[in-house]
């Protein structure tokens, strides 16, 4: 299972590993440290038939080169990948961002938490939403920690 993480902290995508693995959520993680190289993976994605869309998403809010909700619009725009589950992770979100990850179309909203136990609730998420049955676009919900 493909596992797109759009972050730019090292030290967040091996918190979003432990995550996945204790969780025993099989992977393959494809990390992306800025927005503008998110955008050329679903340009890539979108051109190529024989790239794969990534089963899920882990987004940055707060990303260089390109906003989290530029991304995510982008990546509901994509013919092939349109409908993928995103998380959008951040420890700064206004309410305003909120609304607007809201509005176009975030699955979950996670807020990252200063605990590692409440980092690895992402990894619990995460296998929730790829379980589920219902669509991935969804309005988002916050997540507690």
Same mark, same amino acid.
């Given at each position: 299972?493909?596992?797109?993480?759009?972050?730019?902290?090292?030290?967040?995508?091996?918190?979003?590993?432990?995550?996945?693995?204790?969780?025993?959520?099989? @992977?393959?993680?494809?990390?992306?440290?800025?927005?503008?190289? !998110?955008?050329?993976?679903?340009?890539?994605?979108? $051109?190529?038939?024989?790239?794969?869309?990534?089963?899920? !998403?882990?987004?940055?809010?707060?990303?260089?080169?390109? $906003?989290?909700?530029?991304?995510?619009?982008?990546?509901?725009?994509?013919?092939?990948?349109?409908? !993928?589950?995103?998380?959008?992770?951040?420890?700064?979100?206004?309410?305003?961002?909120?609304?607007?990850?809201?509005?176009?179309?975030?699955?979950?909203?996670?807020?990252?938490?200063?605990?590692?136990?409440?980092?690895?609730?992402?990894?619990?998420?995460?296998?929730?939403?790829?379980? $589920?049955?219902?669509? @991935?676009?969804?309005?988002?919900?916050?997540?507690?920690?």
């Amino acid at each position: 299972m493909l596992i797109l993480v759009a972050e730019d902290n090292s030290a967040d995508v091996q918190l979003v590993k432990v995550a996945l693995e204790e969780h025993s959520v099989a @992977h393959t993680l494809h990390v992306v440290c800025d927005g503008a190289g !998110v955008m050329e993976f679903f340009d890539r994605t979108d $051109s190529e038939s024989d790239s794969p869309c990534p089963e899920l !998403v882990l987004l940055d809010m707060h990303l260089p080169k390109s $906003s989290g909700t530029e991304i995510l619009a982008r990546v509901r725009r994509s013919p092939r990948c349109g409908d !993928v589950p995103v998380i959008v992770m951040s420890s700064l979100a206004s309410p305003e961002d909120f609304a607007e990850i809201s509005r176009l179309g975030a699955t979950r909203y996670f807020e990252k938490p200063l605990s590692l136990d409440g980092f690895l609730k992402l990894g619990a998420l995460i296998k929730q939403i790829l379980a $589920s049955d219902s669509p @991935h676009s969804m309005k988002a919900q916050p997540s507690t920690c």
